[in-house]
């Protein structure tokens, strides 16, 4: 196998969010699993197992005020203490009572000054931990037509993004997050990646857009959504996770791994498997044990990008040229349909780790650990 393909695994970086080993679950119920972390140390500490098993995942993203400490600047250092760094700082203006109508886009400036403040709060974290990114989610929108006014809450998004976006430092970029509906169902003032992709036009080189997989129509194109974006040198990067139906946030490549290889094809084909590029996992595991799940979904992410990697480019590009529509087809399917597990391995021995990430871990005796020690673990934050 080329050494190149393996150098670029072996350097492959994906970030996994706090919120993963915290309790979650649907707005039925959360169902509360053992060793789940108590506080953001201990989010930290599991998700440098994460790491220590698959070598690739040594940042974490937090989500404020989920992770909210007294002293970000120590939290880093505990991070690093843990052979892990702190990732993008997730903020949350859809908690609180105020955000009824809205954060940012609400009708009134009381609130509107409530959530910018937030958000200026959290580029302050950013500059506490050494944290680059800032990653931006509203759940801004409205349930009913002629609830408000459509074109007064684009303006007021605009004027809070601006604020923002000129706080930011040297190096500190921030990241656009669409989504579909949900909470609000008639509109929704984030709602795609063209609505992302203006503002952050607007705001300059430093803002880009963040595509989370599991925040289309069903059927979207999202690889042609990552090729557009890469080419206009707009991809910020990706919240990865599954969709069966809507946001369902489960594991990244378990309902499409096809779409997933899709995707990292695009990612290779625009040079995106670098720094400037973020690839987060935003997901939850209500069912299935955390830490184990947050593994297997780096596995899943490393498959697909092994698998893109292998694409022979040279003979897609004569097929493409000749017009020959099964023997372009024909290569792409080649590629996906390798298995890449035994290279997998074999990266994995070369970088001191087992080849076997999950079997491994499940070895470490970390869980029946954290099981016997940690009493009254927090929920992720949904319901809290
Ligand atoms: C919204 C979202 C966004 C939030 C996260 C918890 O659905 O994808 O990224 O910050 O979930
Ligand atoms: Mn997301
Ligand atoms: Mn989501």
Redo the contacts with the bound molecule.
């Keep these: 196998m080329r050494d190149d393909i393996r150098a670029v695994l072996r350097g492959q970086r994906i970030e996994t969010?706090s919120?993963a080993y915290g309790n979650s679950g649907t707005r039925f119920k959360v169902f509360a699993q053992q060793g789940v972390p108590r506080d953001p140390y201990e989010k930290l500490a599991d998700a440098a197992q994460v790491h220590a098993f698959t070598g690739v995942a040594p940042a974490v993203a937090l989500?404020i005020p989920w992770d909210r400490v007294d002293d970000y600047a120590g939290l880093a250092r505990y991070a690093a203490g843990l052979g892990v760094e702190i990732g993008a700082i997730?903020s949350?203006v859809f908690q609180d009572d105020d955000y009824r109508l809205g954060s940012v886009t609400n009708p009134d400036p009381a609130v509107r000054r409530k959530a910018l403040g937030h958000l200026l709060e959290c580029v302050d974290i950013m500059d506490a931990t050494g944290s680059a990114t800032l990653?931006l989610?509203f759940?801004d929108g409205t349930n009913y037509p002629g609830q408000d006014d459509i074109r007064a809450r684009q303006d007021r998004l605009a004027e809070a993004l601006a604020a923002v976006y000129a706080r930011l430092g040297d190096g500190q970029r921030l990241l656009l997050?669409y989504?579909l509906f949900?909470p609000a169902f008639y509109l929704t003032d984030v709602p795609d990646w063209g609505t992302a992709y203006a503002h952050c036009l607007k705001l300059g080189d430093k803002a880009r857009v963040v595509v989370?997989t599991?925040?289309h129509a069903p059927g979207t194109n999202i690889e042609f959504i990552v090729a557009f974006l890469l080419r206009e040198g707009r991809l910020g990067g990706f919240?990865f996770n599954s969709r069966f139906y809507a946001?369902d946030?489960l594991m990244v490549g378990a309902a499409d791994p096809f779409q997933l290889f899709r995707i990292m094809y695009e990612v290779v084909r625009g040079g995106g498997l670098g720094p400037h590029v973020a690839f987060m996992l935003?997901q939850c595991h209500n069912i299935e044990p955390k830490i184990a799940g947050q593994i297997r979904s780096v596995m899943n992410v490393q498959e697909a990008t092994a698998k893109a990697l292998l694409v022979d480019v040279g003979a897609l590009a004569a097929a493409q040229a000749a017009g020959d529509v099964l023997g372009a087809n024909a290569v792409l399917m080649d590629a996906y349909d390798t298995d890449v597990r035994p290279l997998l391995a074999e990266v994995r021995a070369e970088m001191g780790l087992d080849p076997d990430p999950m079997a491994a871990y499940a070895r470490s005796g970390y869980f029946e650990k954290i099981r016997a020690d940690r009493v009254g673990g927090t929920q992720a934050?949904w319901g809290a």
Excluded: A, V, Y
Aim: no cysteine.
């Design positions: 969010p919120w989500h997730n949350n990653k989610w759940s997050e989504k949900e989370d599991g925040h919240d946001d946030d935003d934050g």
